[in-house]
């Protein structure tokens, strides 16, 4: 069920590659279950459409990414890795590209809530993403620092995934796919029952 939400999403798109989507999820869940330095910490990623992206956003910072040959910055290297991970605790957007080359970090995306419709709690990291996934047909990839992936397209959350459940769901196909959320959901409240002294 995991693989079957992003092939679903992959099938949608003419550009999209699963071989270069499937390694952005996991590297996005990687980030979300470890976090760096015992902290949680919350990126984005964009894929597909980087020209348009760029041409939609703006540097934060000098990108420590820039002037690197493309086979060094394929999402697929291994050592590729660490080092996303470390750049993940700066502030921006990571860019990359239909084929998996890290195109850009550290960028602002220039974020409209015109015609975006998010759960109440997400804040202006999902806003970024449906924005951009929106207006230029990319996806997005938000990393929340709650532990939580969203992907993006087209300005809707297409899935929601729990680091863990997805491992899960993983390495035992037979737990039928609870790490996956096909489609956001309502917001649901859970109360505990007050203990009585009887």
């Not at 902290?39 to 992206?53: H, K, M, P, S």
């Not at 620092?145 to 992907?151: D, I, K, N, T």
């Not at 397209?153 to 996956?180: K, Q, Y």
Request: aromatic fraction near 4%.
């Amino acid at each position: 069920m995991s693989i079957a939400v992003l092939q679903k999403l992959c099938s949608q798109i003419p550009w999209c590659e699963l071989a270069v989507l499937e390694p952005t999820v996991e590297l996005a869940l990687e980030i979300a279950r470890e976090g760096r330095e015992g902290r949680r910490i919350g990126t984005l990623f964009t894929l597909g459409n980087a020209e348009a992206v760029l041409a939609a956003s703006r540097p934060l910072i000098l990108d420590p990414l820039a002037a690197h040959a493309p086979a060094r910055t394929h999402i697929t290297d291994p050592n590729l890795r660490g080092t996303i991970k470390e750049l993940a605790q700066l502030d921006g957007a990571f860019v990359i590209s239909e084929a998996g080359t890290f195109v850009a970090a550290c960028r602002y995306l220039d974020a409209s809530g015109e015609h975006i419709d998010l759960p109440l709690g997400l804040g202006s990291r999902h806003l970024a993403a449906a924005s951009i996934s929106q207006k230029v047909g990319s996806i997005a990839i938000v990393i929340s620092e709650s532990g939580v992936v969203r992907v993006f397209h087209r300005g809707v959350i297409e899935a929601a995934l729990i680091p863990e459940l997805w491992l899960l769901d993983r390495h035992h196909p037979e737990l039928g796919g609870r790490g996956v959320e096909d489609r956001p959901r309502g917001v649901e409240v859970l109360t505990v029952e007050p203990v009585s002294d009887e």
